[in-house]
């Protein structure tokens, strides 16, 4: 286990110089960017203006009127009075050390931007996750138990249903019925918190917080309930039918017996594998539409900035994060699941 444990720490530091040096690449080609935009606004097109395109043909047309002097302060400004590869190497070092820059637009440094929106992403990721395995676990067991029967049938049209439906399209039609669209004004239109939050109790700031979380979560949660639902369900299925499960019968055990101490543990193995994957997930990842739709400033909506704005510390810093928290989020799968069955075995581990 700790040679591969070692491996794989090995492997993960190629892996995320590639995709580091992929974007890189990549974004070097985007038109329309930081020098591109600020020569745009002194020349009064604004940002993205007319003329402000990409690549160094856009520059060479958005620089006329400005002195050669004036435009090489800008690219030193931003950093891009020094070669590619020489910027590349500077931001590596920095990672390195976890110096992840400073924001072009937002004059603070990446770190600060991630912690300061980190907290809307956390909520609404940790309640979608915990939402949805408590009540998609259970209804799986039951819909395994149930199999074919009416409640079976029932349940898998409505969790089909909100499935089928985009989670932004359904935040709409939320706000629409509930956030005073045209019905009723039961939930507020914006944000986690009231504006006098602060002079609440802390029954009141509880209430006021889970008020305005309501419909962000309902409307990420619908869709979510299918695919760990059905999971469990086909999982307990293949369970039941194996040899195993027919001999513990044979010998009279209760039903419940034979459900949660034979079948439980090993039909529960994608489920407990996938998790920590979904739990780290819950920290750095933000629902783009959802964030914009309920006006939530998270870690969603500061990369989309970011990506639009051509703010290329926040991007190429947010993909560091991660990336890395992917990639551990894989290993740690890989180790919950050979302790949850300690009948797998890695390739190449000592027997």
């Not at 976890?98 to 603070?108: E, R, Y």
Request: proline share 4%; no cysteine; charged share 15%.
């Amino acid at each position: 286990m700790i040679r591969y444990i070692a491996k794989r720490l090995l492997l993960m530091i190629p892996t995320l110089l590639g995709v580091l040096f992929l974007t890189f690449a990549v974004v070097q080609f985007v038109p329309g960017g930081p020098v591109e935009q600020m020569v745009s606004v002194m020349r009064g097109k604004g940002v993205g203006g007319g003329e402000a395109g990409g690549g160094q043909q856009a520059m060479y047309r958005g620089q006329q009127g400005i002195d050669a002097e004036r435009l090489a302060e800008i690219k030193a400004m931003y950093g891009f009075d020094k070669p590619a590869p020489e910027r590349f190497w500077i931001m590596l070092k920095g990672f390195a050390t976890l110096d992840l820059g400073t924001s072009f637009f937002h004059q603070k440094s990446v770190w600060e931007l991630i912690k300061e929106k980190m907290p809307v992403s956390v909520s609404l990721g940790l309640w979608t996750l915990v939402i949805v395995y408590l009540v998609s676990v259970p209804l799986g067991i039951a819909k395994a138990v149930r199999d074919g029967s009416r409640f079976d049938t029932g349940t898998s049209l409505i969790i089909m249903s909100g499935y089928a439906i985009p989670s932004f399209v359904l935040g709409v039609l939320l706000l629409v019925l509930f956030g005073g669209g045209s019905f009723w004004q039961l939930f507020p239109l914006r944000g986690l918190t009231s504006d006098n939050w602060a002079q609440l109790s802390l029954f009141g700031k509880v209430t006021d917080y889970l008020w305005h979380i309501a419909l962000p979560v309902f409307a990420e949660v619908a869709g979510s309930f299918a695919v760990i639902t059905m999971l469990t369900k086909n999982t307990f299925i293949e369970e039941i039918r194996k040899q195993y499960v027919l001999t513990a019968r044979a010998k009279g055990l209760p039903e419940r017996t034979v459900l949660y101490r034979h079948i439980f543990r090993n039909a529960l193995l994608p489920l407990l594998t996938g998790f920590p994957a979904a739990f780290i997930g819950a920290f750095f990842t933000g629902s783009l539409l959802i964030e914009t739709l309920f006006s939530l400033d998270g870690l969603g909506l500061l990369s989309y900035n970011a990506i639009m704005q051509r703010d290329y510390p926040v991007v190429m810093g947010t993909l560091f994060i991660f990336t890395i928290a992917g990639l551990f989020a894989k290993l740690i799968s890989d180790i919950s699941y050979v302790l949850a069955d300690p009948r797998v075995k890695f390739e190449g581990v000592a027997q």
